[in-house]
Structures are given as structure tokens and as C-alpha cells.
């Protein structure tokens, strides 16, 4: 039989209820499964118990055992509640604080963007090298989160005979055979880092840049991106 549709929306929302965190439910879970355990042992002692009471009923006891009633909630006992107390505790010393909870790793091997006008016209290109970014978070709250850039490059497409064909340039080539190594391995580097005590170290890094103005690039650039108002029609349109 299908579900209703308020069953529906209630299991969507525990479904979405990130409240409470995996290893509480794995501690619950836990908690459940030595107290189903213990339950089941006090019933198995119950029914041998029960036994041994038909037995001597056989042999004259006036006390009758009414195989219908309903069996007596289960109820543990003080060492037996502790017991339960130990598995929760054991939980958590078996969660480590060097237990992952985030490993996430994003890597981008090249960008490049090239801008050309409506009549066809290149204006620039933009083109990065390899972008990474990694999220490591543990259980004891500490994370380390990295970002780099290993080039940015940014060519004028518009000046003729330029001394400059690139007005945004790194000081810096990765995949360069001469780079020492003692050289940045990135043209940009961050980095966030942050301890189980609530420390955090905090790493930026940049080469030197050049960049120049190149005033024919700037006007053909405010023109590909301006707005022309059509004063009959009361309308903007965006001319690229």
C-alpha cells in the first residue's frame, strides 16, 4: 500500500533532518542492539523459569501459569543499564578523532576564456592553469582547506605591434624545466587550516604580477559590455 502524502512529507523532512550527526545514530544504534541482546536473555530466563514452575504445578501446585497472558515488560536491572552506558562510551572511544569526515578534492587542468565582439572581433583572451582545491575535515573539528593556482594570463587582443601582448601576466611558469625549487610551485596558494583546539593558520602566497593599461582594451571593453536605452520602445538590451 502506498504511503499518504503527509507520510511522504514527514519521512522528506527526517530525511533531511541533519540534526543529529552520524556517529549519534551509530551510538543509538548501538545502544538498541546490546539492549535487544540483554532483553533477549532476560526473556530466555523467563521461560526457563516458567518451565520449571509447570513442572512443579504437575506435581501438585495449586499456582497456574495462563499460557494467554500477556508476557510483563522487561525491565533491566542497574548493572544492566550500565552495561548499556558502557557500549555508548565504548562508541565513542571507537570513533577516533583521526576519523575523516570530509576528503573532497576538485582539479580544473586549464581555463580559457576568449571575449570577441559583435562584429567578430577578438578583444582578449583569459587563460588560467591547473586549479586545485582540497577540503580535509576530521572528527575533532580540525580541517585543512587548500586552494592554488598554478598560472593566470590575461592577452590583449586589440592593440596592433604591442610591446605588451599580455596585460595581466604571472612572474612565474610552472611547467617550466629552469624553475629552481626553490621557486613558488603556484602563482597563487591559500590556505586555511584550523585545529582540534580552534587554532588556525592561515597561508597566502603570490607571485608578482605585471599589469598594464592598454586604453584601446579598456574602450573596446566598456563598449562590449554597455547598455543602449531604445527611447520608442522603453526597453535595454545588453549589446555583446
Known sequence: EPLA?????????????KSISIVGIMTWRDIADA????????????EKNAAVSSI????GSSKKV???????????????????????????DDVSTDTL???????????????????????????????AASLLAKN?????FNYTLSRMQVDDLVTENTVFPSIISSFHQSSSS???????QHAFEFRLKKSKDGDQDVLLKMV?????????????????????????????????
Open 35 to 46: 539492549q535487544f541482546e540483554l532483553e533477549k536473555k532476560t526473556r530466555e530466563q523467563r
Open 140 to 144: 575533532d573539528g580540525s580541517f585543512t
Open 5 to 17: 502524502e503527509d507520510e511522504v512529507i514527514e519521512l522528506t523532512k527526517i530525511d533531511k533532518d
Open 178 to 184: 629552469t624553475v629552481s625549487l626553490s621557486s613558488p
Open 208 to 240: 608578482a604580477f605585471e599589469v598594464v593599461a592598454s586604453p584601446l582594451l579598456l574602450s573596446d571593453m566598456k563598449s562590449f559590455f554597455i547598455i543602449e536605452e531604445d527611447i520608442t520602445k522603453k526597453n535595454k538590451r545588453y549589446i555583446f
Open 66 to 92: 495462563d499460557p494467554t497472558a500477556d508476557d510483563p515488560p522487561i525491565t533491566l536491572t542497574e548493572e544492566e543499564t550500565k552495561e548499556l552506558e558502557a557500549v555508548s562510551l565504548g562508541r565513542a
Open 56 to 59: 512443579f504445578s504437575f506435581f
Open 101 to 131: 569526515l570530509y576528503d573532497a578534492k576538485f582539479t580544473l587542468e586549464s581555463f580559457v576564456v576568449d571575449l570577441i565582439n559583435s562584429s567578430a572581433k577578438p578583444l582578449l583572451k583569459f587563460q588560467m592553469g591547473t586549479v
